[in-house]
C-alpha cells in the first residue's frame, strides 16, 4: 500500500491523469477500470490535455466504468455513460465501441450483470483500476453490508449515498434507489488499483479503511489485502493519518 499526498489537490489531479497516461504508454491495449462523480472529474480534464498535448494514444485502450444508475437511458444527463462522454470519452481518441459501462435501462438485470462480468473477463480483466471512496467506505457501489459482494450486481444504494449525490439530481426523490456494480472480487483482481481521496470530508473514511480493521462494513478495507494498491489523498483527507 502506497500513499501519494500534498497539499494541493491540483497537483495530485496532474498525478493521477499522468499515472494513468503511463499506463497506457507502457501498455497500450490497457483495460482501464474508470470511476464516476466529483473526485476523477479533473483528473480527467488533466488526461484530456495530456491528450491534446500528444503525450498519450488511447487508440487500442479499452475501458470499464464501475458503475451506473438503473432505470437511467445512457442518453439521459444524469446517466454515468453521459458523465464519461461528457468529461473523457468524446475528449480522446478512445474507441467508442472499446468503452463499457453497465446498462441498467436492460430489462433483465441479472442478465445483464452476468454478461458485464463475462465482458471484463473476457478483456483478459482490468489492468488499472480507478476508484473514488464513498463516505461510508463504499468502493463502486458496493455498500456496507454483511459480507463482500464478488461479482457484478444490483444495489440498493444506502441512504448517506443517496444525500450524497441527490446533489446531481434535481431532487432527493429524483434519484435513483438503485444501481448495478461490478463487485468487489473483480476490483480485487485488477492489477493495479489507485483509490483517491480528497477533502476532510473522506478523513474519517480513509482511516477506517486503511487503518482498520477489514470488514465488508467498510467495503474499502478489503483494498488492504491488494498486492498493488496506491492512495492519492489530499492534506485534508489524510489529517487522521499523518
Ligand atoms: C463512482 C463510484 C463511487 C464514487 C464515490 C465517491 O463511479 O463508483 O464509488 O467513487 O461515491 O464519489 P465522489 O468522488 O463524488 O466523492
Redesign the pocket.
Known amino acids: 500500500m502506497r500513499f501519494i499526498t500534498a497539499v494541493d489537490r491540483e497537483r495530485l489531479e496532474k498525478k493521477l491523469a499522468m499515472m494513468i497516461a503511463a499506463q497506457v504508454t507502457r501498455k497500450p491495449d490497457s483495460v482501464l477500470g474508470l ?6 472529474m479533473n483528473v480527467y480534464k488533466r488526461l484530456v490535455e495530456l491528450y491534446r498535448q500528444g503525450y498519450v494514444d488511447f487508440s487500442e485502450a479499452s475501458s470499464v ?3 451506473e444508475y438503473t432505470g437511467l437511458h445512457p442518453s439521459d444527463p444524469q446517466s ?1 455513460s453521459s458523465y464519461m462522454n461528457q468529461h473523457l470519452f468524446q475528449h480522446i481518441n478512445i474507441q467508442l465501441e472499446r468503452t463499457h459501462i453497465p446498462s441498467s435501462d436492460s430489462a433483465c438485470m441479472e442478465a445483464e450483470c452476468a454478461r458485464y462480468e463475462a465482458l471484463i473477463q473476457r478483456l483478459g480483466g482490468i489492468d488499472m483500476q480507478l ?4 463516505r461510508n467506505g ?4 458496493n455498500e456496507p453490508s454483511a459480507t463482500f459482494p464478488v461479482a457484478t450486481h444490483v444495489v440498493h444504494l444506502d441512504e448517506s ?1 443517496i444525500r ?2 441527490a446533489q446531481y439530481f434535481e431532487s432527493a426523490e429524483a434519484m435513483p434507489r438503485q444501481a448495478i ?1 461490478v463487485g468487489i472480487g473483480t476490483i480485487m483482481q485488477a492489477r493495479k488499483v489507485v483509490l ?1 481521496a480528497f477533502g476532510e470530508q ?1 478523513a474519517d473514511i480513509l482511516q477506517q479503511a486503511f487503518f482498520g480493521q477489514v470488514t465488508p462494513e467498510v467495503p474499502a478495507s478489503i483494498l488492504q489485502f491488494h498486492p498493488d494498491v496506491t492512495i492519492v489523498a489530499d492534506q485534508a483527507a489524510m489529517q487522521t493519518i499523518v
Open positions: 470511476a464516476t462523480g466529483s473526485s476523477p466504468n464501475l458503475d454515468y476508484l473514488g471512496i464513498g463504499h468502493i463502486g457501489f449515498t450524497s449525490n456494480t483517491m473522506k
